[in-house]
Nanobody
C-alpha cells in the first residue's frame, strides 16, 4: 500500500523554524516528484515547494528564501525546512506525489503565533 505520512508541525513563534517530514512507503521518493502543500482556513490548498525525481526544486514565491525542500532517499522521506516563519504561514501542511497523487492525508498543523 502506497502511503505518505506527514509530521513535524506545531506551534512556533514568528521568526521561528520547523522541519516537516513526509515519510513514504510503497513508492520511492527518489523516483517520484514530491510536493509540499498547505491549506489555511478558508483558503484553497496551494503548492509551497516541490522536488522532482531529478532533484530539481521549485518554490512558491511566498516560500522562496525561507523554505527548503530536501529528501533522504535512504529513509524514503522528504523534508520541508521552514525558517523565518510568519503568521500567514499558519496552515495544515500536506505532502503528495506530483504524478499519480494519492488521496490527501491528515497533514500536519503549523501554527505561527506569539
Amino acid at each position: 500500500q502506497v502511503q505518505l505520512v506527514e509530521s513535524g508541525g506545531g506551534l512556533v513563534q514568528p521568526g521561528g523554524s520547523l522541519r516537516l517530514s513526509c515519510a513514504a512507503s510503497g513508492r520511492m521518493v527518489s523516483l517520484n516528484g514530491v510536493g509540499w502543500y498547505r491549506q489555511a482556513p478558508g483558503k484553497e490548498r496551494e503548492l509551497v515547494a516541490s522536488i522532482t525525481s531529478r532533484g530539481i526544486r521549485n518554490y512558491a514565491e511566498s516560500a522562496r528564501g525561507r523554505f527548503s525542500i530536501s529528501r533522504d532517499n535512504a529513509k524514503n522521506t522528504v523534508y520541508l525546512q521552514m525558517s523565518s516563519l510568519k503568521p500567514e504561514d499558519t496552515a495544515v501542511y500536506y505532502c503528495n506525489f506530483l504524478g499519480n497523487p494519492l488521496s490527501w492525508g491528515q497533514g500536519t498543523q503549523v501554527t505561527v503565533a506569539s
